[in-house]
């Protein structure tokens, strides 16, 4: 056991001294911290009672008390209510037949995940009104008649709020999940590409060839793209039959709603500017081209500074967390409704605007689509300018992360 102790000791102390080991130890503490704190902000952000403006147009005994009931699961006086339950003339008649018929307008201000929690706890609140009111008037059948609309950016529309949100949720979730895949598998396959050359001595001998640098360069940039997309695809198409099967379980039917067509449900989105116009899908892929550029100048670059295919591996899984951080972050938060300071530092980092791309699509967002175009371009042509002069310099076969510390620490002892 004593030889087998120094071996087992041995091969620890080679792993720790790594320096990708010790970035692999923290930037994942680093990124579930991040997440954590991303996700109690979000609850946070949610009221524990939600606010609801009763509108009593019928004046009658059921609904004083139905407004009494709900003053006890909701706050009916505030300045910005999440919600509006409209009472019509007739309200207590109905009530007396054993019907609670209302009409309720959820108000969502953006299309984050604390938005879909308020719906969800307005719809608890009247639900839980309505019940005590049935208690107080007793011998009577209970049924609910909640036709459901949604208010977003000042317009109503006939859509229930689970319908909307898992439209629009779901099909944004989809695009950034999909643009996830892709860079990833991108970077992924040009850094280990350029890697596994480099380890098996195949460059030496594809850089003597007739070719100039910068085609062989080329040639794998767009064989990765290619492969990345088939990957995306793919992904892609299995996560809109995930989101839309989400949407269809709080589908809209014909007692909650004021309609029962998706046709409508598409026209009113539509009418609300809710589904893409060609400019903004425009804009949309030339971003998404642009966040292509940028995740294969990080993989060539990569590439380079490793020896072999186990260092460009290690350095892309260090890269990995650091791109997931703003995918979920752009998935739970509307960053629109952030502070400036904040809304600026988000959108600052780099891997921000492929990943919110897919929210400013839906809502038609062309100004920030532009902006995440003109910003993600520049870094990848600054990226791609220093890459290619490391694929095309005499320096590449012996270029790695190891030269880079060793003149980092030279430097410093000459200084």
């Not at 087992?8 to 080679?14: A, H, I, M, N």
């Not at 604390?114 to 307005?122: D, F």
């Not at 694929?391 to 003149?407: G, M, Q, V």
């Amino acid at each position: 056991m004593g030889k087998l102790n120094v071996i087992v000791w041995k091969e620890v102390l080679d792993l720790v001294r790594d320096p990708k080991f010790i970035a692999g130890l923290f930037i994942p503490l680093i990124v579930f911290l991040a997440m954590g704190s991303m996700f109690s902000s979000t609850a946070a952000s949610v009221p524990q009672k939600p606010c609801i403006a009763l509108v009593d147009e019928d004046s009658s005994q059921a609904s004083r008390l139905f407004a009494e009931a709900l003053a006890r699961y909701a706050e009916l006086s505030c300045e910005k209510p999440n919600a509006k339950v409209v009472l019509e003339k007739g309200f207590g008649a109905k009530v007396r037949e054993g019907v609670f018929d209302a009409k309720v307008y959820y108000i969502f201000s953006s299309t984050s995940i604390s938005e879909s929690e308020v719906a969800s706890k307005v719809d608890d609140a009247v639900t839980a009104a309505a019940r005590d009111l049935f208690l107080k008037i007793t011998g009577l059948k209970q049924r609910l008649e909640l036709k459901k609309y949604t208010v977003y950016k000042g317009r109503v529309l006939g859509i229930p709020p689970e319908a909307f949100y898992g439209i629009v949720f779901g099909f944004s979730n989809t695009l950034i999940w999909a643009v996830f895949i892709v860079a990833v598998m991108v970077f992924q396959l040009v850094a280990i590409s350029i890697a596994s050359e480099k380890e098996y001595k195949t460059l030496e001998i594809l850089l003597t060839q007739p070719i100039k640098n910068t085609t062989v360069l080329l040639g794998k940039l767009v064989a990765s793209i290619l492969v990345a997309f088939l990957e995306g695809l793919v992904m892609a198409v299995g996560m809109f039959f995930y989101f839309q099967g989400i949407a269809s379980m709080s589908s809209p039917t014909a007692t909650t709603t004021p309609f029962n067509a998706t046709g409508d449900i598409l026209r009113q989105l539509q009418e609300a500017g809710l589904t893409p116009t060609p400019t903004a899908l425009a804009m949309y892929l030339g971003l998404v081209f642009a966040s292509l550029i940028f995740m294969l100048s990080i993989g060539v670059v990569v590439g380079a500074v490793s020896n072999d295919t186990k260092s460009a591996g290690s350095l892309s899984g260090i890269l990995v967390p650091v791109l997931i951080v703003p995918a979920f972050f752009t998935m739970f938060i509307d960053i629109d409704t952030l502070p400036l300071a904040q809304r600026a530092a988000a959108l600052l980092f780099p891997f921000t605007p492929m990943f919110v791309a897919g929210k400013y699509l839906v809502t038609n967002n062309v100004p920030m689509l532009l902006y995440g175009l003109v910003y993600t371009l520049a870094w990848g042509i600054g990226l791609m300018a220093l890459a290619a002069k490391i694929y095309t310099s005499e320096s590449l076969l012996t270029f790695s992360a190891k030269t880079l510390l060793k003149r980092f620490r030279r430097s410093r002892l000459t200084h």
